[in-house]
DNA sequence: TAGTCGTGGAC
DNA sequence: TGTCCAAGACT
């Protein structure tokens, strides 16, 4: 097994020859650019987060302008990135941050963590890449290599795994050059150590892989066993007058959260047409979208308790709308 | 522990 | 076309 000083060193000199130096965050990597890189980069590509982040800081340059903000003007800006529980988080960062550190980040590990929406593998690279200090990291990239080079077996979600790879970070990361060693571990993951067709001949640990050597590249880690998603199915209305839509906002839990949309109906209703569908497929389930429109529009229109409006199809830009609804507008409205 | 929570890229 | 999966956190 290979020493973590040899490991860090070789991590080092690839990240300096071969690892990403221009990300958008990188340049400052001040603890707030850090922190809203972070929370974009959950579960999200770096190519779909970049233009994101630039908004972003052009709209919220600070710390500051982000707790002053309103939540619309927040969820209108995270609107297409999805997970909105993101962005409602990170604003609730902001005024956490502004409210309990008088606008200063912690520098405790324990304490970052205790930031809304941060947890330990954010906590880790605030750490590492806004302070450039010791803060181990396991993420999607680490955990596939450090599998398939310490040969880890099991799935990687299971207490047990995840302790022994949290186990593996805190004993492999150094004390000093975090920063880069962080980096390294990332742009190896996302570069080199791929989940799929990973580039082994190019890999700097090919002597010491466990999975390689064992013909097991293709076997680590360990996959999920995978469960089937239900189907369910939503009924959507579509009032119009002229050419402003009715609009709902969301309730605070559930799918797309905050954000505005075309009014969700508990059951199909009774007396009005059937305009349109559309399908759309989450991470765990699928969903069979019903368009339903009324030939007389009410006075009296739905929200009970709801927030409610007219929006004209030229202002939709600026509103915080689900993509598969924003895009079926887009659609129909011409 | 297992669900919930989005969207788009890559193959 | 479908399927996997991406710098996870929270409940």
């Known amino acids: 097994m290979i020493q973590p ?16 130096h221009q990300l958008p965050w990188q340049h400052p990597a001040t603890p707030y650019r850090v922190l809203v890189s972070e929370i ?7 190519a779909t987060v970049i233009p994101y982040f630039e908004r972003w800081m052009t709209r919220f340059p600070t710390l500051q302008s982000l707790a002053d903000a309103s939540e619309d003007e927040v969820m209108a800006l995270w609107q297409g990135l999805g997970y909105y529980s993101r962005a409602r988080n990170l604003q609730k960062a902001a005024r956490f941050l502004v409210d309990t550190y008088n606008g200063e980040f912690p520098q405790e590990l324990t ?8 947890g330990r593998y954010t906590a880790g690279a605030i750490k590492s890449f806004a302070y450039d200090e010791y ?4 993420d999607g990239n680490v955990r596939r290599l450090f599998c398939r080079l310490f040969g880890v077996e099991g799935v990687p979600s299971t207490s047990k795994v995840d302790k022994a790879l949290w186990q593996l ?3 492999y990361t150094p004390n000093q050059n975090n920063r880069r060693f962080a980096q390294g571990l990332l742009d190896l993951g996302a570069t080199l150590c791929t989940a799929r067709n990973p580039k082994c001949t190019e890999c700097p640990f090919a002597d010491h892989c466990v999975a390689l050597h064992t013909g097991r590249v293709s076997e680590l880690p360990t996959a999920k066993p995978k469960k089937t998603i239900p189907k369910r199915t939503g009924h959507f209305l579509w009032l119009q007058k002229d050419s402003e839509l009715y609009l709902e906002k969301r309730p605070e839990h559930g799918i797309w959260a905050s954000l505005w949309s075309l009014p969700e109906l508990g059951e199909a209703p009774t007396n009005a047409t059937l305009k349109g569908s559309f399908q759309h497929t989450f991470s765990h389930y699928k969903l069979d979208a019903k368009i339903w429109t009324l030939t007389t529009i009410p006075n009296d229109t739905v929200a009970e308790g709801k927030a409610d409006k007219w929006a004209a199809f030229d202002d939709l830009t600026d509103i915080g709308l689900p993509a598969p609804i924003r895009k079926y507008i887009e659609q129909h409205s011409r």
């Open 5 to 20: 000083k040899n490991f860090v060193k070789t991590v080092l000199s690839w990240q300096a020859a071969h690892g990403r």
């Open 40 to 46: 974009m980069l959950q579960q999200t590509q770096v």
């Open 111 to 118: 304490d970052i963590q205790s930031i809304p929406g941060v």
């Open 135 to 138: 803060g181990p990291i396991v």
């Open 169 to 171: 970070a805190e004993d």
